[in-house]
């Protein structure tokens, strides 16, 4: 299965509701980022933690990292049509001695739906 | 806003055609990237460079694949030949620095189909 897969794949929200997607990765990380993708375009990059860091905020957004559970949420509070999109976490790997090889590996993604 | 300029957008061709992509990075980023999104596959990563230099390819199909960078403000991607199974929205992305530590700026991708 793949380095980062996000739970759930698909959530269905009212505007104002917050929501909450996960990810979940299987190998020691030195930093993991999240990014967002409207639909035909490219992605975009929302907010990047670091392997010693527990929680982030970017405005309306919200990120936590448990390096023992090997997992994060990303969490988008009063949320906005506008929020929908796909969201992916993307993990940049520690291989021996902390060296990072300066590329992500990607979830598959969960797509947001905020209904007006 | 400095962005990522992927051409053409969209790109239709029959099967045994060759195919280029091309990719302007933002301008003083020396990390490019090429990936490719499908729905059963999601983003793969195909190569990478550093300061125009390859540094990893070992996601590209090496028979039909091949990325350069011939100077530092322009990528390909090359197919050839192209074949149906090619068929995906391919992304580049560039980045400052060691980007593992660093957010990756996006094109808005080129859409290809292979009949």
């Known amino acids: 299965s793949q380095q980062g897969e996000e739970d759930p794949q698909a959530l269905s929200i009212q505007e104002g509701e917050n929501a909450t997607m996960n990810c979940s990765y299987k190998t020691s990380i030195n930093n993991l980022q999240w990014y967002r993708q409207n639909s035909g375009r490219g992605l975009v990059h929302l907010i990047l933690i670091r392997s010693n860091e527990r929680e982030k905020h970017s405005g309306r957004l919200r990120v936590t990292l448990d390096t023992s559970k090997k997992s994060s949420s990303l969490l988008i509070t009063a949320s906005r049509a506008a929020d929908t999109a796909s969201y992916f976490c993307a993990t940049d790997i520690s291989y021996a001695g902390g060296t990072s090889y300066g590329k992500l590996t990607f979830g598959q993604g969960t797509i947001l739906t905020v209904h007006p | 806003d400095a962005r990522v300029t992927q051409t053409p957008r969209h790109k239709v061709t029959e099967m045994g055609q060759e195919v280029t992509m091309r990719c302007q990075p933002i301008l003083g980023h020396n990390t490019v990237f090429w990936y490719r999104q499908t729905m059963m596959q999601g983003l793969e990563l195909l190569a990478y460079?550093?300061?125009?230099?390859?540094?990893?390819d070992s996601g590209m199909p090496k028979d039909r694949f091949s990325a350069e960078m011939p100077d530092a403000t322009l990528a390909t991607l090359k197919i050839q030949p192209s074949e149906p199974r090619d068929s995906a929205v391919y992304f580049c992305a560039s980045g400052p620095g060691a980007a593992g530590n660093q957010p990756q700026h996006f094109g808005d991708g080129t859409r290809l189909s292979i009949l």
């Open positions: 460079f550093r300061n125009r230099a390859p540094l990893d």
